[in-house]
């Protein structure tokens, strides 16, 4: 068998716990923050978890985990 290739937007915007949760970024924090105002900006710092609903397919795109 060939090994799988992993896709290259998983490997810039996610990581796995131990625990094989999937962390992700917020969106909307890269440019154009002067149009979203301070509470947008406030709430969305950081990272979280990704809902259970949404972890399969990254696991599916992302076949040897992410280092």
């Not at 068998?1 to 131990?18: D, E, I, W, Y």
């Not at 301070?38 to 280092?67: C, F, H, M």
Request: a positive charge.
């Amino acid at each position: 068998m060939p090994k799988l290739k992993t896709k290259s937007g998983v490997k810039k915007r996610f990581k796995f716990t131990a625990t094989g949760k999937v962390k992700h970024g917020v969106a909307g924090k890269r440019h154009r923050l002067i149009s979203h105002n301070a509470k947008y900006i406030r709430q969305n710092r950081g990272t979280s978890v990704l809902s259970e609903a949404d972890t399969p397919r990254i696991v599916l795109w992302a076949p040897y985990g992410l280092k």
